[in-house]
C-alpha cells in the first residue's frame, strides 16, 4: 500500500493568514501515462463527510474558491489556504489513486 | 442533484455481518465506480471497496477476506457487506462515487466528487 503521510497534525492560523499543509507518500504517485499526479485533496468539516477541493495535485474542483492551491509532484505535494476565514476552519486529508488501495494521510486540523 | 443515502442497522452484534445499502439519486449508476469508505469516531479515512456497473469489485486487501459490495443497477443502489464484524469495525460509512468524465469523455477513477451523509455503525453487545 502506498502510505500517505501529513504535516502537520494540526495548525492553527489568524483570519487572513496562510495555511500550509503537507502530504508526502511512500512512492511517487506521479503517472507517466498521462503526465499526472494522482493525488486529491479533501475538506472535511465537523459532522459532515468529506468534500474533494483538488484533484490531479493542483486542478481545483468545480466552485472550489480560489484561497485554495495546491502544489507538488512526485512524492511531495501541498495545500495552500490563502486568507484563512473562519469557514476553513475542517481537517484536511490527502489521497493517492495512483495506486488501490486508494490511501488518505492521516489529516491535518486547521483551527483558528 | 447528485444525492447518495446510507441506510442501514445502527447496532451490529460482534461476530454478525454488518449490511449497509447506499440509495443513489440524480446520477446515473452506470459507467461510474462505487466506493465504500469508513471513518472511525474520530479517526482517519479508510478506502473499503469499490464496484463497477459490470461487477468489477476491488477490494482493500485489509479487508478483503470479508467483504462484499454489490450493485442493483435497476434500484440504483450499491450494498456493502462486512462479515465477522468486531469493534474495530466501529465506525462511520460512507458510500461514494468515484471519478468523473473529462471533456473527451474519458473516465477517470480514484476521486470522490459525491458523498452520503455517512452512517455511524456501532458493534458492540
Known amino acids: 500500500d502506498i502510505v500517505m503521510t501529513q504535516s502537520p497534525d494540526s495548525l492553527a492560523v489568524s483570519l487572513g493568514e496562510r495555511a500550509t499543509i503537507n502530504c508526502k507518500s511512500s512512492?511517487?504517485?506521479?503517472?507517466?501515462?498521462?503526465?499526472?499526479?494522482?493525488l486529491g485533496w479533501y475538506q472535511q468539516k465537523l459532522g459532515q463527510p468529506p468534500k474533494l477541493l483538488i484533484y490531479?495535485?493542483?486542478t481545483r474542483e468545480y466552485g472550489v474558491p480560489d484561497r485554495f492551491s495546491a502544489s507538488g509532484s512526485g512524492t511531495d505535494f501541498t495545500l495552500t489556504i490563502n486568507g484563512l476565514q473562519a469557514e476553513d476552519v475542517a481537517v484536511y486529508y490527502c489521497?493517492?489513486?495512483?495506486?488501490?488501495?486508494?490511501?488518505f494521510g492521516q489529516g491535518t486540523n486547521v483551527e483558528i | 442533484q447528485v444525492q447518495l443515502q446510507e441506510s442501514g442497522p445502527g447496532l451490529v452484534k460482534p461476530s454478525e455481518t454488518l449490511s449497509l445499502t447506499c440509495s443513489v439519486s440524480?446520477?446515473?449508476?452506470?459507467?461510474?465506480?462505487w466506493s465504500w469508505i469508513r471513518q472511525p469516531p474520530g479517526k482517519g479515512l479508510e478506502w473499503i471497496g469499490h464496484?463497477?456497473?459490470?461487477?468489477?469489485?476491488n477490494y482493500n486487501p485489509s479487508l478483503k477476506s470479508r467483504v462484499t459490495i454489490s450493485l442493483d443497477t435497476s434500484k440504483k443502489h450499491c450494498s456493502l457487506k462486512l462479515s465477522s464484524v468486531t469493534a474495530a469495525d466501529t465506525a462511520v460509512y460512507y458510500c461514494?462515487?468515484?471519478?468523473?468524465?473529462?471533456?473527451?469523455?474519458?473516465?477517470?477513477?480514484?476521486?470522490?466528487?459525491?458523498w452520503g451523509r455517512g452512517t455511524l455503525v456501532t458493534v458492540s453487545s
Open positions: 440524480g446520477s446515473s449508476i452506470n459507467n461510474y465506480y
Open positions: 490531479w495535485a493542483s
Open positions: 489521497q493517492q489513486y495512483y495506486n488501490t488501495p486508494w490511501t
Open positions: 461514494a462515487r468515484e471519478g468523473y468524465y473529462d471533456s473527451s469523455g474519458y473516465y477517470f477513477s480514484g476521486t470522490f466528487d459525491y
Open positions: 464496484i463497477y456497473d459490470s461487477g468489477t469489485t
Open positions: 512512492q511517487s504517485v506521479s503517472d507517466s501515462s498521462n503526465n499526472k499526479n494522482s
